[in-house]
């Protein structure tokens, strides 16, 4: 089992293996997202951004900030400032970011050409391979079946509408 070097000591949850049959990709929705298994532990829980500082996130195993640096790095609210504060310490699980970032000791690269090539090969706009996903919740489901195929993947907390 490879583990993912995380701070000043390994994770205690491989990075690129699942440790638990099921994942449940919890999102912000306030419509299910408390209805997520938190405590079955034959669930992992995945969450992203600055669900962290919710008191519905009971549990999680691993944590996706995919957006660019200056996103994650903004200062202008509250909880902006609290989430890289959270993001510079060290956590027991890995963080999937676009890049490893030194400040962030959690950091995991997110494997993406690996995704791609396992998953989405002849995906094309044009004549290149799509090297990307339009959503956070796009790499966690991308994620998941890389690693897996889990037994089942859950979601809870994604109703994928925006007003914008």
């Not at 929705?29 to 079955?40: E, F, I, K, Q």
């Not at 195929?149 to 859950?154: D, M």
């Amino acid at each position: 089992m490879t583990k993912a070097k995380v701070g000043k000591a390994q994770s205690s949850i491989p990075a690129l293996e699942l440790t638990k049959p099921n994942v449940a990709l919890i999102g912000f929705a306030g419509t299910s997202r408390h209805l997520a298994p938190y405590d079955d532990q034959t669930w992992e829980c995945w969450s992203l951004n600055e669900a962290h500082r919710q008191p519905w996130m009971k549990r999680l195993t691993r944590w996706f900030q995919i957006h660019q640096k200056w996103d994650w790095q903004k200062m202008n609210n509250e909880s902006y400032r609290e989430h890289r504060e959270w993001l510079t310490k060290d956590h027991p699980f890995p963080i999937y970011m676009l890049e490893k970032y030194s400040e962030v000791p959690s950091s995991v690269r997110y494997p993406l050409e690996d995704v791609i090539a396992k998953l989405v090969p002849n995906v094309k706009r044009g004549d290149a391979v799509n090297e990307y996903f339009t959503s956070s919740f796009a790499w966690m489901c991308a994620l998941a079946l890389y690693l897996g195929p889990p037994k089942k993947i859950g979601v809870w907390g994604f109703e994928m509408a925006t007003d914008t």
